[in-house]
T-cell receptor
Framework: DQQVKQNSPSLSVQEGRISILNCDYT??????FLWYKKYPAEGPTFLIS?????DKNEDGRFTVFLNKSAKHLSLHIVPSQPGDSAVYFC?????????????FGKGTLLTVNP | DGGITQSPKYLFRKEGQNVTLSCEQN?????MYWYRQDPGQGLRLIYY???????QKGDIAEGYSVSREKKESFPLTVTSAQKNPTAFYLC?????????????FGSGTRLTVV
């Protein structure tokens, strides 16, 4: 049972344009959502997060939107740069009791073409 | 600088042998995690530990074992019972009480069974 889904395995975008990466979730108990960026043969690095009490969070070129009713979030990168080419993982957590554990999607490979 | 260190970066193992992957952190994080990454599978949780001398199985714990004798260290042993151990292994740590900050990942260990 995949609770966090990234339905697009890959996305290709021209430099300077907008990249939109999508993520859907099924567990309504999730209260934090995060995006990670991963280069080959490296560990993922934290990019941006959003609490379930918000619908938007922005950090420079990166904006995450959360639509709780649709159980959907998206990451917008504007403008896209070749260095943004990486795998992006969506992750979610809920602080059930004293536990805290992230559930990851399978990732989307973003390629930004010069 | 604080961080999380995985060693070795590359590891080769003969079939039937146990092998231990090292993970050390100096971030004073309470929780530590082990993930496995396979192509098209995203990140799958093997084991996690929220406190010293305590750990829980993740989604794919069979064939693996861990220990948490010190807060800083969370080694993973891949046993001969693991049927398909060739993969990229990632260790992570986090502050349990700060879910929105997410995990800090190590740079990973590539294990190959020969």
């Amino acid at each position: 049972d995949q609770q966090v889904k990234q339905n697009s395995p890959s996305l290709s975008v021209q430099e300077g344009r907008i990249s939109i990466l999508n993520c859907d979730y099924t567990n309504s108990m999730f209260d934090y959502f995060l995006w990670y960026k991963k280069y080959p043969a490296e560990g993922p690095t934290f990019l941006i997060s959003i609490s379930s009490i918000k619908d938007k969070n922005e950090d420079g070129r990166f904006t995450v939107f959360l639509n709780k009713s649709a159980k959907h979030l998206s990451l917008h990168i504007v403008p896209s740069q070749p260095g943004d080419s990486a795998v992006y993982f969506c992750a979610a957590s809920w602080n059930g009791g004293s536990n805290y554990k992230l559930t990851f999607g399978k990732g989307t490979l973003l390629t930004v073409n010069p | 600088d604080g961080g999380i260190t995985q060693s070795p970066k590359y590891l080769f193992r003969k079939e039937g042998q146990n092998v231990t992957l090292s993970c050390e952190q100096n971030l004073n994080h309470d929780a530590m995690y082990w993930y496995r990454q396979d192509p098209g599978q995203g990140l799958r949780l093997i084991y996690y530990s929220q406190i010293v001398n305590d750990f829980q199985k993740g989604d794919i714990a069979e064939g693996y074992s861990v220990s948490r004798e010190k807060k800083e260290s969370f080694p993973l042993t891949v046993t001969s019972a693991q049927k398909n151990p060739t993969a990229f292994y990632l260790c992570a740590s986090s502050m349990v009480e700060r879910p929105g900050v997410g995990y800090t990942f190590g740079s990973g260990t590539r294990l190959t069974v020969v």
